[in-house]
């Protein structure tokens, strides 16, 4: 299949990518580069062996988006491409909306028009809302606390309408829960903008010195240990679920189909520092702080659906995830360089 992977220079977009093509599809990378760097594409172009196909696009655009897919040729779209930072989502909900729900309608209007037929949409596990018991199930109802997750939820939900309008579309809602690590060369990983929000590239840029401390938000949840509790999955099994998903949309007769992908099995904050310290060879600097705004104590998956129906699962270990982390953060320890000015004339 020739796949469009919008926000293919980004975390999961570029490992998926590369998965894509090891299975013998033509993977063809759209991004904004707003939030990602564009030497990422000559080191994925390294890895994948051949010269990958990138457009530079910004999928809001509906007439740029047109001409991309009316000239693309593609079977499938799998659409990682938003902003995803909660705290900013909240400081600014109309750039959230705008963006995420704006490219998700130019992409369905231009795949709607030129006759494309698979839409596999990165879902995130935050549309189960605040107070969805654990482990958490494909049926659950979805809500949101956040700018953010709304954009998650109205898209899955613009995604089933369009399927209701269109029976030939197929839909695949992932719903990820804490994607982590890196591919084994270390050449790629999670390079957040900015301060990062999530608790593993916390804990990487700690560990290669460039944080004095992690903060530990509360340890005073109903949890083994006192620390909140989350479904770290690694992203090369993460990839491996995108792949395992549109192998399957070519053969269901469900027009919409919903998956969790996670492992299932819930790891602690201080197990994760525990195994990123044993990753890295030294102890890390750590401080507990009061919990933070909205967070939960436990999430995590029920991913039977998954194995089931996919024949998918995530096996990587807690681990795994740091130690792949680690030899992406150490190699990289600003993450991806910038590319040299006039370089975007490179992109095809
Ligand atoms: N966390 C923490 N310190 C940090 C960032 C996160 O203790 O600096 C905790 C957070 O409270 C949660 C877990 O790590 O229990 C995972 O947080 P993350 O933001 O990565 O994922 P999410 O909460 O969105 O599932």
């Given at each position: ?145 956040n700018p953010y997750g709304w954009t998650k939820v109205m898209q899955e939900q613009i995604l089933r309408d369009a399927a209701v309008a269109d029976p030939s579309l197929r839909v695949a ?38 944080r004095d401390k992690l903060l530990i938000y509360g340890d005073d949840y109903p949890t083994p240990d006192g620390t909140g509790r989350r479904d770290y999955l690694h992203v090369e099994d ?89 030899r992406w953060q150490s190699q990289n320890p600003d993450g991806y360089p910038d590319a040299p000015s006039g370089s975007s004339s490179d992109l095809r």
């Open positions: 299949m020739r796949i469009l992977v919008s926000g293919g220079a980004g975390y999961i977009g570029s490992h998926t990518t590369l998965q894509l093509i090891a299975a013998g599809h033509d993977g063809v990378i759209v991004d904004d580069f707003r939030r990602s760097k564009r030497s990422v594409v000559a080191r994925l172009d390294a890895l994948a062996g051949r010269s990958i196909e990138v457009h530079e696009v910004d999928l809001t655009d509906l007439a740029a988006t047109d001409a991309l897919v009316s000239a693309g040729g593609f079977d499938a779209v799998v659409h990682f491409a938003g902003l995803k930072a909660v705290g900013e989502s909240v400081e600014k909900p109309l750039d959230y909306y705008s963006n995420n729900l704006g490219s998700t309608l130019s992409l369905l209007a231009a795949m709607s028009r030129h006759g494309v037929p698979k839409f596999v949409f990165s879902s995130s596990a935050t549309v189960y809302g605040e107070n969805a018991p654990v482990p958490m199930r494909e049926d659950f109802p979805t809500s949101a606390t809602l992932l719903r990820y829960f804490n994607p982590v690590g890196a591919h084994a060369s270390g050449t790629i990983g999670e390079d957040p903008s900015g301060i990062p929000n999530n608790l593993m590239p916390l804990i990487a840029q700690v560990a290669v010195g460039r993460l990839a491996a679920g995108h792949v395992a998903a549109l192998d399957r949309l070519g053969t269901t007769d469900v027009t919409v189909s919903t998956w969790n992908l996670g492992t299932g099995t819930p790891t602690s904050v201080r197990e994760v520092v525990d195994a990123f310290s044993r990753a890295c060879g030294h102890e890390l600097p750590v401080e507990v702080a009061p919990r933070r705004a909205g967070d939960v104590a436990e999430s995590y998956a029920d991913p039977s659906r998954a194995e089931a129906e996919l024949g998918w699962r995530a096996d990587r270990t807690i681990d795994q995830m740091c130690e792949d982390t680690w």
